[in-house]
């Protein structure tokens, strides 16, 4: 877990926030938004299997209700954003934080931040082709290998 201790300058006064953060996934691969049910808020995000690696990894966000990321991220870093959500100046979004089970994540990639706000994620490794989508319930979504649920 890592704390991030942010200071902001409002009328001549400095307030800390912290933020907490636990890491949830890490990989060096490049990914990029692959689909999306939006009846379902599921989104997933995919690095592809090519000639070299021979698994692709999928990143499935359930109940998404923000989104804020570039496409294409090369590099990710996902985290929970644990405590203060001041990095979010939506009300929307603040008050969808607020129920339970519902979270903040913050992707890091190329020393930018974005952050999607989602009830969970989970990563997992397989071998689906190209036209095959993770998000397919009738689809082998293969072997988890990280997820954001406490166990």
Do not use: C, P
Not at 50 to 64: C, K, Q
Not at 75 to 93: A, H, L, Q
């Amino acid at each position: 877990m890592r704390l991030i201790i942010l200071l902001l300058k409002s009328v001549n006064l400095y307030q800390i926030h912290f933020i907490n953060m636990s890491e949830i996934f890490k990989s060096d691969r490049y990914f990029t938004f692959f689909d999306i049910v939006v009846s379902h808020g599921q989104l997933l995000l995919r690095s592809q299997k090519t000639d070299e690696l021979t698994n692709n990894i999928d990143i499935i966000f359930l109940n998404a209700t923000y989104i804020q990321s570039f496409s294409r991220l090369w590099g990710i870093k996902i985290s929970r954003v644990e405590g203060s959500i001041d990095v979010i100046n939506y009300d929307t979004v603040k008050k969808y934080l607020g129920y339970e089970n519902h979270y903040l994540f913050e992707i890091e990639s190329n020393n930018e931040k974005y952050y999607i706000a989602a009830s969970s994620l989970r990563v997992f490794e397989n071998q689906l082709e190209f036209s095959e989508s993770s998000l397919n319930y009738s689809v082998d979504k293969g072997i988890e290998i990280a997820t954001s649920k406490h166990k």
